[in-house]
């Protein structure tokens, strides 16, 4: 297991040398498992971050601060806009504009107090999002600690018929824990741009499920096949179509019968879930392929850096 680790942390580092999109904060790294729509929302003057030059991904988001992200990805008229009536919420307020016009779009709760420090929900957060995007529910996505009768079940349900939402491994979606910075910002950039939401692969053969960004569609191969008997693998292939001109080997999930384990010992898996008498892996590549070629900071070499972070992250939420 050491060798393993060991392995796993050279070909991070090596990949970490290569270089992805920056999201220019100095707290959010190149291999961020959000680096892509944190990059995307900055790059669209939704977010700026802190004035130490932070982005702070794991602190939990504010009401305040989800209120001004949307107000600004919907690009929202912020003039004119009816005192929405929060005793903690003055017109003086800095931000009040952002708040006001919110909640004349009818995309926040009203009560008496918007105790805008306070934690942003993860049910606040879809009722936001599927309101704000006019995103529809369809088809029979549910999830099991959100019954009929929640107060944002349609907009949970919606989040999820939009490929925007998977909820957790076990089935859950937690309506009611905080949402942090980084989890807002890919469910955000879901929800403005048809590249951050997902598809799905089902591999028959592996018996799982993995979602990747539609991003991903026309630029990879995906292939299942057996290796020997109790040893099966999915492997996914970068499309070069403009430098080396070739599909490249840019990760594979792994499924190895117990039996098989002890021939498999010290070798640079990733281990991800344990589902009856198997155990499913994720493998990336030794080095990139572009090093023998010099070409390391080519436009090729990052997206290939890039899917393989990308991968190696989706990877760990197969079902």
Known sequence: MKKCLAVLFSIMLFFSSVGTASAAFKDVSKTHWAVDEITYLTENKVINGYTDGTFRPQEKLTRLQAMILM????????????????????????????????????????????????????????????????????GNHSFKDVSSKHWAYQSIKALASNNITLGYTDGTFRPNNAVTRAQFATFLAKAKADQFKTFSYYSQMLGY??????????????????????????????????????????????????SKMPEYQGA????????????????????????????????????????????????????
């Open 268 to 319: 640079p898996y990733n281990p991800l879930k344990i589902k009856g008498d198997y155990h499913y892996f994720y493998q990336g590549p030794s080095e990139s392929p572009y090093t023998m070629n010099g070409q390391l900071h080519s436009p090729e070499a990052k997206e290939f850096s890039k899917i393989y972070f990308k991968i190696n992250h989706m990877s760990k939420g197969i079902q």
């Open 209 to 258: 499920k993995i979602e990747l960004p539609n991003y991903m569609k026309d630029k990879i191969t995906i292939k299942d096949k057996k290796v020997e008997d109790g040893v099966y693998t999915t492997e996914f292939y970068y499309m070069d179509k403009t430098n080396l001109k070739k599909d490249l080997f840019v990760g594979a999930i792994r499924k190895i019968h117990k």
């Open 71 to 138: 107000a600004k990805a919907l690009k929202l008229d912020l003039s004119n806009r009816p005192n929405p009536g929060f005793k903690d919420m003055p017109p003086s307020h800095k931000s009040y504009k952002y708040v006001a016009a919110v909640m004349d779009e009818g995309l926040f709760p009203k009560n008496n107090y918007l105790y805008p420090n306070k934690p942003m929900t993860r049910d606040h957060m879809a009722n936001m999002l599927a309101k704000g995007f006019d995103l529809k529910a369809s």
